[in-house]
């Protein structure tokens, strides 16, 4: 029987020589050196891309996980890059840290998370990979390299965003906080208000987004900010209902769209507010069921409410079919060379299609209006962008690529679509 791989979704796949697991920076090298090519490294399979497409070996880390030492006085965790998220918040928990942000989904490794530039939302904030204080690596040779911010910061830089393609991360150390609490408060509003204040709504609290309801006309916005308030009960999770009631009304109503249209305006008004208090693990992640696939680029901030108001018209002129809430955030500027958000305050827009049907119309007609406002897309969600396109957008894109060289001489990562991603013949 052949090897089978696939990500989350189902839409990407492979049938692989081989499937590998293991269980120490040794027996990582070994494989590196003698397995199969191209080598391509597995997280948790959220990426919506082929980064891990590859028919010589697919490395699984999921025994290289858990923590490895922590510092309480300067709040750092060293952790192995196999390590999920949700089990690391509770880690983290454990020690009096958190992470500073995150995204909704708990459910990735934090290896691929940091290769893909995952984040969470906020103007002050930055992604996963800011938060790198060491990395340890097994580079295309089989040998395990070491760096640290100091000393060694240029590298840190190069290949924090690394797409499995700079060497397996094995182990890293995260900058983390003191354990904290947030207050977080959800409501809804009309998509026009929030689009004219969006510079104002999106930078007045320490973390905010929102998601447009398709078809509806109004946006949830969500808010979250430090709180010395004592925990409240966090509401049970609506999402999942929605959005089976927004894909009965898309069925059962694709022949009458104007009714459609007044039945979802008329839900989405209706949902309930919240406001309650908890610490940081249990506020930032969603029970994410419903498969879906995704597009997501990441915005000069200026330009974020014109791209949104575009892709909305796109959408609900000529994609009934789509009923999955557009998601809107912030992320800070930071210094890594193939970053999304490199030297820029960035406005994220991410829309998804239901895993269940064909999303390459939807994402193919969107992605022009991304890429017309200066887009740069997430390196894990759906984009058709190769190397000659990605070089107009990294300044330090010949630097990330010779660092690349460097560390793996004989391409032994490099698949045909990281080969068409990167320019290598």
Same mark, same amino acid.
């Given at each position: ?183 977080? $408060? ?73 009714? $459609? ?56 002129? $000529? ?38 049907? @064909? ?46 060289? @460097? ?19």
């Amino acid at each position: 029987m052949s090897n089978v791989w696939s990500n989350w979704s189902g839409f990407v796949s492979a049938e692989p020589k081989l499937i590998a697991s293991p269980g120490d920076a040794g027996e990582l090298g070994d494989l590196v050196r003698t397995a199969p090519g191209p080598v391509r490294v597995a997280g948790a399979g959220h990426s919506f891309t082929p980064l891990v497409k590859s028919q010589g070996t697919i490395l699984s880390l999921e025994r290289l996980e858990g923590l490895v030492s922590h510092d309480a006085e300067t709040h750092r965790a060293r952790v192995r890059a196999g390590t999920r998220l949700g089990p690391l918040m509770h880690i983290l928990q454990g020690l009096g840290q958190g992470l500073p942000n995150m995204g909704d989904i708990d459910r990735q490794a934090i290896g691929g998370a940091l290769g893909t530039a995952t984040h969470g939302s906020g103007p002050t904030l930055g992604a996963y990979h800011t938060q790198l204080e060491t990395v340890q690596i097994v580079d295309g040779l089989g040998k395990v390299r070491d760096f640290k911010r100091a000393g060694d910061q240029d590298m840190i830089h190069a290949m924090g965003v690394a797409l499995g393609a700079f060497g397996v991360l094995t182990e890293v150390t995260l900058n983390n906080i003191a354990t904290y609490r947030l207050r977080r $408060r959800k409501y809804v509003l009309p998509i026009t208000e929030m689009l004219r204040d969006f510079e104002a709504m999106m930078a007045a609290h320490r973390s905010a987004e929102f998601y447009y309801i398709p078809f509806s006309g109004y946006a949830q916005f969500i808010a979250s900010d430090f709180s010395d308030a004592a925990p409240t009960a966090r509401p049970p999770e609506e999402d999942e209902a929605g959005l089976r009631t927004l894909r009965r009304l898309r069925t059962s109503l694709a022949w009458l769209p104007s009714l $459609r249209g007044r039945l979802i305006r008329s839900a989405a008004v209706r949902f309930p507010a919240e406001d309650y208090v908890q610490d940081w693990l249990n506020v930032y992640a969603s029970d994410r069921q419903t498969k879906f696939n995704e597009m997501e680029y990441h915005l000069p901030f200026e330009e974020g409410p014109k791209a949104l108001a575009e892709i909305i018209e796109l959408t609900e002129k $000529r994609f009934p079919e789509v009923y999955f809430p557009m998601e809107v955030r912030s992320v800070a500027p930071d210094q890594f060379w193939l970053s999304p958000f490199y030297n820029r305050l960035t406005c994220s827009i991410a829309i998804h299609h239901d895993a269940a049907n @064909d999303p390459l119309p939807f994402m193919r007609a969107a992605e022009p209006i991304f890429r017309r406002y200066g887009g740069r897309p997430h390196w894990g969600k759906m984009h058709s962008l190769k190397a000659a396109d990605l070089k107009k957008l990294y300044p330090r894109w010949d630097d990330a690529m010779a660092v690349r060289r @460097d560390i793996d001489p004989q391409n032994r990562f490099v698949s045909p679509y990281m080969a068409g991603l990167f320019g290598i013949e």
